[in-house]
């Protein structure tokens, strides 16, 4: 897995990438209440805002990692999105993208240095 400093994490899966938040986000951000997902084949740049998360206490967007296409998005999010804090790693995936570069990937955080960060 890969990691970004705005706590998103990143798993190859083929040619596409699934793309989530971090259990220290998900902690930081309280119980999530409402979740806004992308729609499919919307074309982001890295740093594009693409979903809004809310929480009882706040509002966060999470931003494209890397350039690519949205290929799948986690519905499972919108009937629960308290799966967010339940299992941020795994069930709680917020989308799937197609990477326009897969070596932008190379230059995202490995886990000791996300570890690092958030030390």
């Given at each position: 897995?890969k990691?970004?400093?705005?706590?998103?994490?990143?798993?190859?899966?083929?040619?596409?990438?699934?793309?989530?938040?971090?259990?220290?986000?998900?902690?930081?951000?309280?119980?999530?209440?409402?979740?806004?997902?992308?729609?499919?084949?919307?074309k982001?740049?890295?740093?594009?805002?693409?979903?809004?998360?809310?929480?009882?206490?706040?509002a966060?967007?999470?931003?494209?990692?890397?350039?690519?296409e949205?290929?799948?998005?986690?519905?499972?999010?919108?009937?629960?999105?308290?799966?967010?804090?339940?299992?941020?790693?795994?069930?709680?995936?917020f989308?799937?993208?197609k990477?326009?570069?897969?070596?932008?990937?190379?230059?995202?955080?490995?886990?000791?240095?996300?570890?690092?960060?958030?030390?």
């Amino acid at each position: 897995m890969k990691y970004t400093e705005d706590h998103e994490w990143l798993r190859v899966d083929g040619d596409v990438v699934v793309v989530g938040i971090t259990e220290h986000a998900s902690t930081q951000l309280g119980d999530v209440v409402f979740v806004e997902l992308p729609e499919t084949e919307t074309k982001v740049a890295s740093g594009d805002e693409i979903c809004v998360i809310e929480s009882v206490k706040a509002a966060s967007d999470i931003v494209a990692p890397v350039d690519g296409e949205i290929v799948e998005v986690n519905d499972a999010l919108s009937d629960n999105p308290g799966l967010v804090n339940e299992d941020p790693l795994g069930e709680a995936w917020f989308f799937k993208m197609k990477v326009d570069d897969m070596s932008q990937i190379d230059a995202l955080l490995d886990e000791d240095a996300y570890n690092d960060l958030i030390a």
